[in-house]
């Protein structure tokens, strides 16, 4: 069988499948339909210094392949995922990262130095690229120096391996990823969603109540595997790639384009058992490809 | 416990112009459903239906491995829904959300206006085991859309209001004579467009009258995932998919 550990810095996989964050809650919101420890990682859902109730209803809309959001990062707060949630799935046999967020670089100092002390956590990811908060979120994303400070600031308060999260909303998102990557990065994840908005002609109002929101879904797929494929030969530090992916074939597909490690959105609303077919079908695709190693993958498109 | 079971259309009957019910049949057994819950459906043949949809559960029959909907088309995969072959495979996540409460009430009264009538069938043999007297108050436009009453008459009253007067009394639940003694019930259960629900829990307010409402946001996930489906509530946002359908009204943060 192949091994399909994958190492992003300090932090090892058992396998390149995590489930990406806000769409898979803290887990426990699947144990009835999966073994949660057949997953490489939980990207729990995004976190913040203080609770916050999010956006008003309706935060949701479907398009064609694919959906928009506008959570705006409903939690309870960085405490209570300490002191309430993390215990009750800390014994899990799966990377548990949190997804770290803030409408100040303090705040993300703050939460990154709480996590900082949690033994168990092995790495953050890093947010900076919520489209769906009028603070913070994206506005660090999208321009380079605000990326560079907040990676900058929370790096000098994490001693364990820091993912950056990118947004997809800017014009060269390389420039980004070395952004970070100088500032102390030791990983990429992309892509976040894309700002989009849906209308309803009937009654002429936006169907989401803040108007714009958030699209994920296999409609982001193709953007989502190019930005991976630049990124990977922009920057050293190991991507993390999502958008889109559905199942085995797709993730595989990340993988060829650069990505070490693959995380599975929004497929999980449509079917919560998506993430376990996923390792199943990559160990069938490296079994009949004679692949001894899931890594030999990462990077491996033939551009002839 | 949820589950995610393959089911195969077994048949129809519709009820009116945009109004069916779906039965559907599983070789596997079926999990235990409690009055209020509903079902996640992957409708099949779809491609541009891309999420699953939220319908709740209106018949179970276990021995039989049965499961029946009530759906009204109002859009592409309500619609699709009610045009499968028999024997169509149908993916369905299952039990989900929870369910009304019943705890020792003498006199119930029910109101159902469109799909909301949906959960009331396995309530009313809920009450009816208790011994729970039920009155049933179905609301619409006019008289082809009020349906199934031959079934609710089974546990209970059946009453009915229609915009037209085309059956029962004319104008909107409200509106109806039981509302004159609304005391007289000890709770009330709706579930409907929101403004017949908003109306309803504010009498009951006034006349502090139990009453628990069935909520139909729109979902992604429908097990407390997303957080797209929530609703305003007086301890913050809730989830209707995992925290509801059903809420105490007092529970609901409604400008009424
Ligand atoms: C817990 C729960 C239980 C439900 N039970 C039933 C039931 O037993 N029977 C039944 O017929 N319906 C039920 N519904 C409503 C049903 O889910 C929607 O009607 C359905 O999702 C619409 O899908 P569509 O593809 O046909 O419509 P779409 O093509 O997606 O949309 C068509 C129109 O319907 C509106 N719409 C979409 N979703 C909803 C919604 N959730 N509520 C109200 N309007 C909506 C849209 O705004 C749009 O204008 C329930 C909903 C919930 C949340
Ligand atoms: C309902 C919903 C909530 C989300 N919440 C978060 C979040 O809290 N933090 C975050 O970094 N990304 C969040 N995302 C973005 C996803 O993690 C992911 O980047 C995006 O959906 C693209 O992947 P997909 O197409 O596979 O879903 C959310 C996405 C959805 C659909
Ligand atoms: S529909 Fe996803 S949390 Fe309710």
Redesign the interface.
């Known amino acids: 069988m192949a091994d399909l550990t994958v190492k992003i810095k300090d932090l090892v996989l058992k396998n390149p499948v995590t489930t990406a964050s ?4 803290f887990g426990e ?2 144990a ?2 999966i073994d949660l420890n057949l997953l490489g990682g939980i990207f729990v ?1 995004g976190l913040t210094l203080k609770l916050r ?2 956006n ?5 809309a ?6 928009l ?1 506008a ?1 705006g990062l ?1 939690n309870k707060g960085i405490d209570y995922f300490i002191s309430d949630i993390y215990p009750r799935i800390k014994d899990l046999d799966t990377e548990i990262i949190p997804n770290v967020n803030g409408s100040t670089v303090e705040e993300y100092i703050e939460v990154t130095e709480k996590l900082n002390e949690v033994e168990g956590i092995n790495a953050i990811e890093l947010n900076i690229s919520c489209p769906n908060v009028k603070e913070g979120g994206m506005a660090f994303g999208v321009s380079c120096p605000s990326a560079i400070a907040v990676t900058d600031a929370v790096r000098k308060v994490f001693d364990k391996t820091l993912i950056v999260k990118l947004s997809p909303n800017v014009t060269d998102i390389t420039e980004i990823a070395k952004g970070v990557e100088g500032a102390g990065a030791d990983a990429v994840s992309l892509v976040n969603t894309f700002l989009a908005m849906a209308i309803d002609a009937k009654t002429r109002k936006p169907v989401l109540s803040t108007v714009t929101g958030g699209l994920s ?1 296999p409609a982001i797929k193709p953007i989502a595997l190019r930005m991976v494929w630049q990124v990977y030969h922009a920057v050293k530090v190991p991507v993390i790639g999502l958008g889109g992916i559905m199942n085995a074939t797709d993730a595989i597909e990340f993988m060829l384009a650069g990505a070490k490690a693959i995380q599975v959105g ?1 497929a ?6 998506v993430s376990v077919k996923i390792i199943e079908g990559i160990e069938t695709y490296c079994k009949e490809n004679n692949i001894s190693s899931v890594s030999e993958l990462t990077g491996a498109l033939e551009i002839s | ?4 079971q393959d089911f195969k259309v077994k048949e129809y009957r519709w009820l009116n112009e945009t109004g069916y019910l779906l039965t559907l049949y599983s070789d596997q057994t079926i999990e235990p459903v409690s009055p209020g819950n509903f079902a996640e459906i ?1 409708v099949p043949d779809a491609p ?5 949809r939220p319908i709740s559960i209106f018949d179970v029959d276990y021995e039989n491995r049965l499961l029946t909907f009530y759906i009204k088309v109002v859009g592409k995969g309500t619609k699709k829904m009610g045009e499968l072959n028999p024997g169509t495979p149908i993916n369905i ?1 299952y039990p989900l959300g929870n369910s009304f409460t019943v705890n020792g009430e003498k006199n119930v009264l029910i109101i159902g206006g469109g799909s909301g009538i949906a959960p009331f069938i396995l309530l009313g043999r809920e009450l009816q085991k208790k011994n729970i007297s039920t009155t049933f108050l179905f609301g619409a436009r006019s008289k082809n859309e009020i349906v199934l009453t031959e079934e609710f008459d089974k546990y209970g009253r059946v009453l009915a209001t229609t915009e037209d007067g085309s059956m029962g009394e004319k104008g909107l639940v409200t509106q109806h004579p039981v509302f004159s003694d609304i005391s007289g019930f000890d709770k009330i259960y709706i579930c409907g467009p929101d403004p017949m629900m908003k109306a309803v829990a504010k009498i009951a307010g006034e006349h502090q009258v139990d009453c628990e409402v069935s909520l139909e ?16 509530t007086t301890s ?2 809730k989830c209707v998919c ?1 925290d509801g359908p059903v809420f105490n009204s007092k529970e609901l943060a409604w400008q009424i």
Request: glycine share 12%; with cysteine; net charge neutral.
């Open positions: 806000g769409t898979f809650g919101e699947f009835d339909f859902k109730e999010g008003d209803y309706p935060r949701m479907e398009t064609a392949s694919g959906m959001n959570v409903q879904g929004t999980n609303f449509i079917d919560p058992q | 416990m949820k589950k995610i992957k541009d239906v891309f999420l699953r996540m946001n729109m979902m992604a996930c429908g097990i407390g995932a997303c957080l797209c489906c929530v609703t305003k913050g946002n995992t």
